[in-house]
């Protein structure tokens, strides 16, 4: 059984760019959920799909935006990046939306 | 979803029995309770989740109380390894979806 992965690992941008941030879901699984976490906070719920359909979203921007592929695999994308956006980006995968989720080791975003 | 409430800090001694609480007191009927731990610099760890009944796995135990309005975290017997920061969410187990982790109990365990 594989677990879920990320990529890149690290990434630096600067103010203004856009990145894509990438995320295999563990097998079996047909939904992801993305976070934000900032230094010293739990994670932030960004959204949630379902079967490539947005199925709930926290308290971010539009330009948070996101994508789920047919095989499940999902993409975070981030635009006119901000200092702010700096922080550890996490994907979790879970099975019909709902139960206990399971975290990839996340992405560490600097924004200079 | 319920918001739920934790201790900020905790610790305990190698070997001893470390019992995390959460209080969730605007918990409904339908929301499950999970707790994860995040190890520094990792992805958060699922670790149990139940509804009303206590539940035991290989990593620890849940106690819910028979009012739903708190749960405990029991790792029997800590060891330095389960040094973490340990989150408690209620979840609904249907409609909107917007898990809210807060900033959990950061659990220390010494020697």
């Known amino acids: 059984e594989t677990g879920v992965t990320q990529s890149p690992t690290h990434l630096i941008k600067t103010r203004g760019q856009q990145v894509t941030l990438r995320c295999s879901s563990q097998s079996g699984h047909n939904t992801v959920s993305w976070y934000q976490q900032a230094l010293g906070q739990g994670p932030q719920f960004i959204f949630q799909?379902?079967?490539?359909?947005?199925?709930g979203r926290g308290n971010f921007p539009p330009r948070f935006s996101g994508l789920q592929f047919p095989n499940y695999s999902s993409e975070l994308n981030v635009n006119a990046l901000l200092l702010g956006d700096s922080a550890l980006y996490l994907c979790?995968?879970?099975?019909?939306?709902?139960?206990?989720?399971?975290f990839g080791p996340g992405t560490r975003l600097l924004v200079l | 979803d319920a918001k739920t409430t934790q201790p900020t800090s905790m610790d305990c001694a190698e070997g001893r029995a470390a019992n995390l609480p959460c209080n969730h007191s605007?918990?409904?009927?339908?929301?499950?309770v999970y707790w994860y731990r995040q190890i520094h610099s990792q992805g958060p760890q699922y670790i149990i989740h139940g509804l009303k009944n206590n539940e035991t796995n290989e990593m620890a135990s849940l106690i819910i109380t028979e009012d739903r309005k708190s749960s405990t975290l029991i790792l029997p017997h800590a060891t330095l390894r389960d040094t973490a920061v340990y989150y408690c969410?209620?979840?609904?187990?249907?409609?909107?979806?917007?898990?809210?982790f807060g900033r959990g109990t950061s659990l220390i365990v010494h020697p």
């Open positions: 605007t918990i409904s009927g339908n929301e499950y």
């Open positions: 979790a995968s879970s099975l019909e939306g709902r139960g206990a989720q399971y």
């Open positions: 799909y379902y079967r490539e359909e947005e199925n």
């Open positions: 969410i209620a979840d609904l187990s249907g409609g909107s979806y917007i898990p809210t």
